[in-house]
């Protein structure tokens, strides 16, 4: 596609409820980012996928947190069991190649945990 | 640990006049530097990368290994330059380049 689709845009979910939230990459990029922000701050990196492979998942907050991308294109970020300090923007990105290109961003996904 | 400060979370400028949104980090090894936007009601995109010394909507950066900042400059701000600007280096070299924000600085310029 033309750019990086992130679906839903908004989600309401209970606490203790488990959501899946879906990017779909710029075709062809190889690399793939999922970040979370919080209100108010900065994007914070959550992990990272070369095609396939996760080759970072440093700050994914707590193991209920997993993200997938099997086939080297879409990924999913899904979270368990959601408690209130989850609620976030979720924000997928993707690039072609080395980091010094910089990314492109999809508008993000906003969790409400209620 | 590396660590992005922007002191700035507000900074407010007439139209016309010249604006600096300041970037200190603490980074190992020799991080590359970019700086993304956010427009109201957009998503983040990237405004400029300093290993291109490019120059994006009248927006310059200038690297001081010294005093390790990467201040974003413009002469003349503009309406339309309002927006929410963050400042992000990444892990260089052969690295995929993680980024890490700093918490942002929201742009307003009055006509």
């Known amino acids: 596609g033309a750019g990086v689709s992130q679906s839903p845009r908004y989600k309401v979910a209970k606490r203790g409820q488990d959501v899946a939230l879906r990017c779909d990459p710029i075709?062809?990029?190889?690399?793939l980012f999922w970040y979370q922000q919080a209100l108010g701050q900065g994007p914070e990196f959550l992990t990272y996928f070369q095609n396939e492979a996760q080759l970072d998942k440093s700050g994914l907050p707590s193991d209920r947190f997993f993200a997938e991308r099997p086939e080297g294109s879409v990924s999913t970020l899904k979270i368990q069991r959601t408690q209130q300090e989850d609620s976030a923007v979720y924000l997928c990105?993707?690039?072609?190649?080395?980091?010094?290109?910089?990314?492109?961003f999809g508008s993000g996904t906003r969790l409400t945990v209620v | 640990a590396q660590r992005v400060t922007q002191p700035e979370k507000l900074l407010s400028v007439f139209k016309g006049a010249p604006v600096e949104l300041k970037c200190n980090y603490s980074y190992s090894g020799s991080p590359e530097l970019f700086w993304y936007v956010q427009y109201s009601r957009q998503r983040l995109q990237l405004l400029l990368r300093?290993?291109s010394r490019e120059s994006i909507k009248g927006f310059t950066a200038d690297l001081n290994k010294g005093e390790t900042s990467f201040h974003l400059k413009k002469p003349f701000a503009q309406e339309e330059d309002s927006a929410m600007y963050y400042c992000?280096?990444?892990?260089?070299?052969?690295?995929?380049?993680?980024?890490?924000f700093g918490q942002g600085t929201i742009l307003t310029v009055h006509p």
């Open positions: 990105a993707s690039s072609a190649g080395r980091a010094y290109y910089g990314y492109t």
């Open positions: 075709s062809g990029h190889v690399s």
């Open positions: 992000a280096p990444s892990a260089g070299g052969t690295s995929y380049g993680k980024l890490t």
């Open positions: 300093h290993i």
